[in-house]
């Protein structure tokens, strides 16, 4: 068997394409959606991500605000901007590139986000509407996720799914939301981690195997069950150049389909930010035609 790759950036293109056709109707509406970015210091990793981000935007007809801020900003002038962005009622959505120095405390920037403008999802506020069922914006590449699942034809209702990772950027929040009760979702999920006893046991009993630990090529093919969907989320700099939490050659050869890295899930992260932020201004609008 030789897995079915599952195109990322083709995907991505299809959800960017009907993000820029609802862009398009809005300003039928009289509404010109806005993301603001924020980036602080000089990460090479973070500066090329936003910077694809915004010219994401630019092809989107997404009006974009650049904050390019120097590292040594403190956190009292950080929260200001972000308070001057949330008064602003042509910016829909903020994104706070993370992570931020290290004298700079990440929670409260991220709380510091109105909700109502939170375009990664990130905020405490929109987190318990997600595990609740209840919330319109989803972390972004959880949410890219189940897209590529769902336009893959992948079946996600009554799925083994397993979750390799827990971070609050993609493990939480993915399988909060695959086991909601609602289409492309209704699967029975296991979250692994550091502390998980024998990780090869669980993961071997996936239908749906999700890698988001953050090292090179963890996941190995005696870990994965013959006809198992695999989702690479990770992005790791290795002397060979780029490689996800999954060993791609050798477990493509077992897997049913799988992502690779790059061109799997990245690009789905910004097609999603893109779709938030749509979402975002249309809930902005006043009168019944929020949503």
């Given at each position: 068997m030789t897995a079915q790759i599952i195109d990322g950036k083709a995907i991505a293109a299809q959800v960017r394409a009907e993000v820029a056709e609802e862009v398009k109707a809005l300003a039928a509406e009289g509404v010109a959606p806005g993301l603001a970015t924020v980036l602080v210091g000089d990460d090479p990793a973070s500066a090329i991500y936003v910077r694809s981000k915004r010219k994401a935007c630019a092809e989107a007809g997404i009006t974009a605000w650049d904050h390019d801020i120097d590292a040594a900003i403190s956190q009292e002038e950080l929260l200001a901007l972000v308070d001057?962005?949330?008064?602003?009622?042509?910016?829909?959505?903020?994104?706070?590139?993370?992570?931020?120095?290290?004298?700079?405390?990440?929670?409260?920037?991220?709380?510091?986000?109105?909700?109502?403008?939170?375009?990664?999802?990130?905020?405490?506020?929109n987190l318990g509407r997600l595990l609740a069922g209840t919330g319109a914006v989803v972390p972004a590449t959880p949410a890219g996720v189940r897209e590529l699942l769902v336009r893959s034809g992948v079946e996600i209702s009554g799925a083994d799914v397993v979750v390799v990772g827990r971070s609050n950027i993609v493990g939480k929040p993915l399988a909060a939301l695959l086991f909601q009760k609602a289409d492309g979702a209704n699967a029975t999920v296991t979250v692994c981690h550091t502390g998980t006893k024998d990780l090869a046991r669980h993961t071997r009993r996936a239908g749906i195997l999700v890698a988001a630990i953050g090292r090179a090529r963890s996941i190995t093919r005696d870990m994965v069950a013959s006809g198992a969907v695999v989702i690479d989320v990770g992005m790791n700099r290795t002397d060979a150049g780029l490689a996800g939490d999954v060993d791609f050659e050798a477990v493509r050869e077992v897997a049913a389909a799988i992502t690779p890295v790059p061109g799997g899930v990245g690009p789905m992260t910004i097609a999603m930010l893109l779709k938030n932020t749509v979402a975002l201004a249309r809930a902005a609008m006043p009168g019944p035609r929020a949503g």
């Open positions: 001057s962005l949330n008064s602003d009622s042509s910016v829909h959505g903020i994104l706070v590139q993370l992570p931020l120095p290290p004298h700079i405390d990440e929670d409260t920037v991220v709380e510091a986000v109105s909700p109502a403008k939170d375009a990664d999802g990130f905020h405490p506020f």
